[in-house]
């Protein structure tokens, strides 16, 4: 069974510069995460999707940060303008269900200079 | 905020030795989850626990749930420096909404 995907792996960019995410889960899997990692905590959730729609996006910086998720299978997720703060490793998962086992994807480290 | 909180913070045991790892939370919840992380795997899941389950096990890894303390132990028996991670414990809201939240880990070393 294929794993979740992300890409890219590592991304350095300028402060105000904008960046984009992708993530494919598992198939068949209906439930996806975005999560904020940084060094030393524990991942932060950003937004979960159910299908292609939004479960819960409590703590997206929504002034910067948007997420989509076309047709329940892929999601993207961007930010624009970046800010020194949003260095960190920004993980994707997705799992059967909502509450069930996630299977989280390698990450993407971002670091903004 | 953190829903989840890991204690301690950091372990430093020798191989063949027992861990344990707590986690505290605040309220009422669905399921409770336990992860490892590691540079070599990333996150990994180890053991889910519903709130109506008290122990549950996986090889040498036990997770007990007390929901009227609201918190939970996993125990790693006859570590191996393989299990060298940080372990978080994620866990969701009672409801219908499963949004999970992790804790903040602890680090555990185990020394060869």
């Not at chain 1, 292609?52 to 961007?78: C, H, I, W, Y």
Request: glycine share 8%.
């Amino acid at each position: 069974e294929a794993g979740v995907a992300q890409s890219p792996r590592y991304k350095i960019i300028e402060k105000r510069q904008s960046v984009a995410f992708w993530c494919n889960p598992i198939s068949g899997h209906a439930t996806l995460y975005w999560y904020q990692q940084i060094l030393g905590q524990g991942p932060k959730l950003l937004i979960q999707f159910q299908n292609n729609g939004v479960v819960d996006d409590s703590q997206l910086p929504k002034d910067r940060f948007s997420a989509e998720r076309l047709k329940g299978v892929d999601s993207t997720l961007k930010i624009q303008p970046a800010k020194l703060e949003d260095s960190a490793v920004y993980l994707c998962a997705s799992s059967l269900e909502a509450g069930g086992e996630q299977y989280f994807g390698p990450g993407t480290r971002l670091t903004v200079t | 905020s953190q829903q989840g909180e890991e204690d301690p913070q950091a372990l430093s045991i020798q191989e063949g030795e027992n861990a344990t790892m707590n986690c505290s939370y605040k309220t009422s919840i669905n399921n409770l989850q336990w992860y490892r992380q590691n540079s070599g795997r990333g996150l990994v899941h180890l053991i889910l626990i519903r709130s109506n389950e008290r122990e549950k096990h996986s090889g040498r890894l036990r997770v007990t749930l007390d929901t009227s303390k609201k918190s939970s132990s996993l125990l790693i028996t006859a570590s191996r420096a393989a299990d060298t991670a940080s372990y978080f414990c994620a866990t969701d809201a009672s409801g219908g909404s499963y949004i999970p939240t992790f804790g903040r880990g602890t680090s555990l070393i185990v020394h060869p």
